[in-house]
């Protein structure tokens, strides 16, 4: 009997996959990568009209001009990454306690403050930041880097939260009392205690915390007002403009960092809920 | 004691940060859909824009575009998100790179994605040219509009596109805790294939599966970059056009885009009270 149930057992998972279903498992994966082709295409041609199936005429000129001193792309770079820096950099400083409160204690009242913290990943943004727009407007934060960078933390700050409470749900807090009982000092302990202990969630909750502001586009739009210009702002403008090669070219340098983090953390991310859940802010 | 102050301390400024800005952002959507906005010098209370917006096609037919594209794109998501779910658990040749490829869209930002199906959809896109290739059509004109269009096909595609893999991802999370032994044993009871999945594995599922679907209907349905740029100008969806409202030059379409903001939000909150019944049930214990 216990011999049948191993067999039958073998039949689920290890017999390989059939004939249909390979079939069906290549049209679903080439239909998940077939839309970043042509983006990629489009940022090394130089002409592609109807009906050609491939371009007539290769040229970098797209990646010319995104990288030329005289294009909106870099700067736009680098005010998307140093948004991105500051957002993750905040959310970390403040999501850091808050996890550690939710990971390590029973409290009354905490299943309200979960759900407090979850809220903004399910509410969409845009329902919140036209209601804070004439606030900002007020404080002179509208329009500006800081403005735009305070509107990114609603979607980061409750991803770093729930992430580091999942780290710190399982973290001993025991040799943290030890280091103390030792002499070390609050920061000491911190520092080469519990520091050492969090860091590969912390990394990875950043990583991640990185990418949701990284994607950010109608915040961006609400609060910036068009004169904070993120990557993903120009990459909406050129695509309605119909510039289809550095469309192209601005999409190769949007999506690197989200492949080079799933480059980096897919063990991580595999079986994984809450990494899982918070990409849906992506 | 000396718990609830350490608790209360290290809680409070993440606390303060998301009261202050996330239910004061929605306080603030409240009280200017009513037409209270002291700072722009209007300080009536009424339902007029609420009013308004509901006795006007426009808004109706927007909100009914809106629903239409969340709800048939979370269904689609759905459905292949479990077969691909069941497909991947397997031990096949090459699974990890097959993995890996299921997953690269879940970083791809969604602005992304809806360019590339622009450039595959799009009546001088790739499937058009190919289309023209074998002879099916003489010009762009003649390929089915699916950019732009009535039925939001392109938009539903996005969707779909990005929402397989994340649906997909929980559903195989879900299926590895609870393991194969209720299968085996439905199985070696007598059960086929079929009735394995359906009586068994399915109603073990359906929990994530709903949670999941409730988070990719609220986030489709306040979506606004992937409707702006593959949907059609009337009728827009409602992120657009509640943006559309907002930035009218004439301020008193303002209170008319909160009042819009709001619907997106109570709606959104409905699907977190399920989320978190559904998951506090199930999934946590």
């Keep these: 009997m216990s011999n049948g149930t191993v067999t039958r057992q073998e039949d689920i998972s290890h017999d390989g996959l059939s004939g249909p279903a390979w079939f069906a498992l290549i049209l679903l994966i080439s239909w998940l990568v077939l839309p970043l082709i042509p983006l990629g295409i489009w940022s090394i041609s130089r002409s592609w009209f109807f009906p050609d199936i491939t371009p007539s005429a290769y040229s970098l000129r797209a990646w010319t001009y995104v990288f030329s001193t005289t294009s909106e792309v870099l700067p736009a770079l680098g005010m998307t990454t140093f948004i991105a820096l500051c957002a993750?950099?905040?959310?970390?400083?403040?999501?850091?306690?808050?996890?550690?409160?939710?990971?390590?204690?029973?409290?009354?009242?905490?299943?309200?403050?979960?759900?407090?913290?979850?809220?903004?990943?399910?509410?969409?943004?845009?329902?919140?930041?036209?209601?804070?727009?004439?606030?900002?407007?007020?404080?002179?934060?509208?329009?500006?880097?800081?403005?735009?960078?305070?509107?990114?933390?609603?979607?980061?700050?409750?991803?770093?939260?729930?992430?580091?409470?999942?780290?710190?749900?399982?973290?001993?807090?025991?040799?943290?009392?030890?280091?103390?009982?030792?002499?070390?000092?609050?920061?000491?302990?911190?520092?080469?205690?519990?520091?050492?202990?969090?860091?590969?969630?912390?990394?990875?909750?950043?990583?991640?915390?990185?990418?949701?502001?990284?994607?950010?586009?109608?915040?961006?739009?609400?609060?910036?007002?068009?004169?904070?210009?993120?990557?993903?702002?120009?990459?909406?403008?050129?695509?309605?403009?119909?510039?289809?090669?550095?469309?192209?070219?601005?999409?190769?340098?949007?999506?690197?960092?989200?492949?080079?983090?799933?480059?980096?953390?897919?063990?991580?991310?595999?079986?994984?809920?809450?990494?899982?859940?918070?990409?849906?802010?992506? | 004691?000396?718990?609830?102050?350490?608790?209360?301390?290290?809680?409070?400024?993440?606390?303060?940060?998301?009261?202050?800005?996330?239910?004061?952002?929605?306080?603030?959507?409240?009280?200017?859909?009513?037409?209270?906005?002291?700072?722009?010098?209007?300080?009536?209370?009424?339902?007029?824009?609420?009013?308004?917006?509901?006795?006007?096609?426009?808004?109706?037919?927007?909100?009914?575009?809106?629903?239409?594209?969340?709800?048939?794109?979370?269904?689609?998501?759905?459905?292949?998100?479990?077969?691909?779910?069941?497909?991947?658990?397997?031990?096949?040749?090459?699974?990890?790179?097959?993995?890996?490829?299921?997953?690269?869209?879940?970083?791809?930002?969604?602005?992304?994605?809806?360019?590339?199906?622009?450039?595959?959809?799009?009546?001088?896109?790739?499937?058009?040219?190919?289309?023209?290739?074998?002879?099916?059509?003489?010009?762009?004109?003649?390929f089915p509009a699916m950019i732009y269009d009535p039925l939001a096909i392109g938009i539903i595609l996005q969707y779909v596109w990005k929402e397989v893999p994340f649906i997909g991802m929980i559903l195989l999370a879900n299926m590895q805790t609870f393991g194969q032994d209720y299968e085996a044993a439905a199985r070696s009871l007598g059960a086929n294939r079929w009735q394995g999945f359906r009586y068994v594995l399915l109603p073990l599922l359906t929990p994530g599966l709903l949670a999941a679907a409730l988070i990719v209907f609220a986030f489709t349905f306040g979506a606004y970059e992937i409707p702006a740029l593959l949907g059609q100008n009337y009728p827009a969806s409602l992120p657009v056009l509640a943006y559309q409202s907002f930035t009218d030059v004439d301020l008193n379409a303002r209170p008319e885009a909160l009042a819009m903001g709001m619907i997106i939000a109570v709606l959104s909150a409905v699907m977190i009270l399920g989320y978190a019944r559904l998951t506090r049930r199930y999934v946590r214990s």
Excluded: C
């Design chain 1, 88 to 282: 993750t950099l905040l959310s970390a400083i403040i999501g850091l306690p808050a996890g550690r409160a939710l990971g390590l204690y029973q409290f009354r009242g905490k299943a309200v403050i979960e759900l407090l913290i979850l809220a903004p990943t399910i509410v969409p943004g845009i329902a919140v930041a036209l209601g804070l727009h004439v606030v900002f407007l007020n404080l002179g934060l509208a329009g500006s880097f800081s403005g735009v960078l305070i509107i990114h933390l609603i979607p980061t700050l409750p991803y770093m939260v729930l992430v580091m409470a999942g780290v710190f749900a399982n973290y001993n807090p025991e040799i943290e009392a030890q280091a103390r009982s030792l002499g070390a000092g609050p920061i000491q302990t911190f520092y080469y205690v519990t520091l050492p202990a969090i860091l590969p969630g912390l990394l990875i909750g950043s990583l991640f915390t990185f990418l949701v502001s990284w994607s950010q586009y109608i915040l961006t739009l609400l609060i910036g007002g068009g004169r904070v210009v993120t990557l993903p702002l120009l990459l909406f403008n050129f695509a309605s403009a119909g510039r289809n090669d550095i469309t192209g070219a601005i999409s190769m340098i949007y999506i690197l960092p989200g492949v080079v983090l799933l480059l980096l953390g897919a063990r991580h991310l595999t079986g994984r809920n809450s990494a899982t859940e918070s990409l849906r802010q992506i």
């Design chain 2, 1 to 142: 004691m000396a718990d609830r102050w350490k608790v209360l301390i290290l809680l409070s400024p993440a606390l303060l940060l998301i009261v202050g800005l996330f239910l004061g952002g929605l306080f603030l959507g409240l009280i200017g859909s009513l037409g209270y906005m002291p700072l722009l010098g209007r300080e009536e209370i009424s339902l007029d824009a609420y009013r308004k917006i509901l006795a006007s096609d426009r808004f109706y037919h927007s909100f009914l575009m809106t629903f239409y594209i969340s709800f048939t794109s979370t269904i689609i998501a759905s459905i292949l998100a479990v077969g691909a779910a069941l497909i991947l658990r397997r031990h096949f040749f090459g699974r990890s790179v097959i993995n890996f490829l299921f997953q690269i869209n879940l970083t791809v930002p969604h602005l992304v994605g809806a360019v590339g199906i622009l450039y595959l959809f799009s009546q001088s896109g790739f499937f058009s040219r190919l289309a023209y290739e074998f002879e099916l059509i003489a010009r762009p004109s003649d």
